[in-house]
């Protein structure tokens, strides 16, 4: 198996991405990236960096949002790792031939153009892991 990069982000879901700035930039200090939307994912997303950790705010924008979901059955908080791999279409097929369950058998397009893809919760402890391929 090719080893992933390095972590890109720790994904946190939250119902609402102006109420958790105060804390992500008052109180942490976090440095505020900026918002953007994900209208494939259905939801909105905030970036913070803490020197090179970056946290992705998920904010959801339809009941029927993975996120919102999420919130719905467990409450907020943090909802996946996500790794930074260069070639992510390569890295599936890696992963499905050693019988790594996938979410999604092709990538789909994530924040900042980066090309994503999921691993399922139970094919990794628990932890939903993304796989993520930037733009640049
Ligand atoms: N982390 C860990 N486990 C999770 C999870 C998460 N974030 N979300 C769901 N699960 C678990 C559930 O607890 C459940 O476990 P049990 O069977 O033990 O109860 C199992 O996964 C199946 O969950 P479910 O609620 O029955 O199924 P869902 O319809 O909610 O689907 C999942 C779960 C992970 C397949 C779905 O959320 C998904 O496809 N996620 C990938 C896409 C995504 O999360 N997009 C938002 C982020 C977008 C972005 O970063 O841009």
């Known amino acids: 198996m090719t080893p992933v990069k390095s972590l890109n982000h720790v994904g946190i879901a939250v119902r ?13 200090g976090a440095q505020y990236e900026g ?3 994900v209208p494939s994912q259905k939801v909105r997303v905030a970036f913070y960096l803490i020197n090179d950790v970056r946290l992705e705010l998920l904010e959801p924008t339809d009941p029927e949002s993975a996120i919102a979901k999420f919130i719905e059955k467990r409450g907020e908080g943090l ?13 599936i097929a890696e992963y499905k031939e050693g019988g ?3 979410i999604d058998d092709v990538p ?11 691993v399922h919760p ?4 628990g932890v939903l892991t993304e796989l993520c391929q930037p733009a640049h």
């Open 100 to 102: 790594v369950r996938m």
């Open 35 to 37: 918002t953007e939307e």
């Open 79 to 91: 909802h996946h790792l996500a790794f930074t791999v260069d070639d992510i279409k390569a890295r």
């Open 122 to 125: 139970k094919s990794s402890c």
């Open 16 to 28: 609402s991405l102006d109420d958790q700035r105060s804390f992500y930039e008052g109180t942490l």
């Open 108 to 118: 789909r397009p994530g924040a900042h153009q980066a090309q994503i893809a999921f």
